[in-house]
C-alpha cells in the first residue's frame, strides 16, 4: 500500500523559505499524481500543488503561483514543495497526498508538516 510521509516544516520568518519533501513508499508513483495541500487554523483544507508523476506536468493555486514549486526526485521517489516569499498566511499543516490520473479523488494521504511563518 502506498505510504506518504512529509518532513521539512518549521517556523520561518515571513520572507523566508523552506522546503517540503514527500517520500513515496509500498507502490509505484506511475500514473499517478501527487498533489500538496494545506488547512490554516480555522480554515478548510485547501489544494496548494500538484504535479504528473509520469509528465512531470504541474498546477498550482493561485496563492501558490510565483512563490511555490512543486518538483519530483524519479530516483528517490520524492515530491517536493519548495515554498519562497512565505508569508503569515501561509501558516498551516501541509499534507501531500496521490491519486491515480484515471479519478479525481486523492486516495492516499501522509500525516502533515507544520509550517508557521511568523516574526
Known amino acids: 500500500q502506498l505510504q506518504l510521509a512529509e518532513s521539512g516544516g518549521g517556523l520561518v520568518q515571513p520572507g523566508g523559505s523552506l522546503r517540503l519533501s514527500c517520500a513515496a513508499s509500498g507502490f509505484s508513483l506511475d500514473d499517478h499524481i501527487i498533489g500538496w495541500f494545506r488547512q490554516g487554523p480555522g480554515k478548510e483544507r485547501e489544494f496548494v500543488a500538484s504535479?504528473?508523476?509520469?509528465?512531470?506536468?504541474?498546477n498550482y493555486a493561485d496563492s501558490a503561483k510565483g512563490r511555490f514549486t512543486i518538483s519530483r526526485d524519479n530516483v528517490k521517489t520524492t515530491v517536493y514543495l519548495q515554498m519562497n516569499s512565505l508569508k503569515p498566511e501561509d501558516t498551516a499543516v501541509y499534507y501531500c497526498?496521490?491519486?491515480?490520473?484515471?479519478?479525481?479523488?486523492?486516495?492516499?494521504w501522509g500525516q502533515g508538516t507544520q509550517v508557521t511563518v511568523s516574526a
Open positions: 497526498a496521490a491519486r491515480p490520473i484515471t479519478t479525481t479523488s486523492y486516495d492516499y
Open positions: 504535479i504528473s508523476w509520469n509528465s512531470g506536468r504541474t
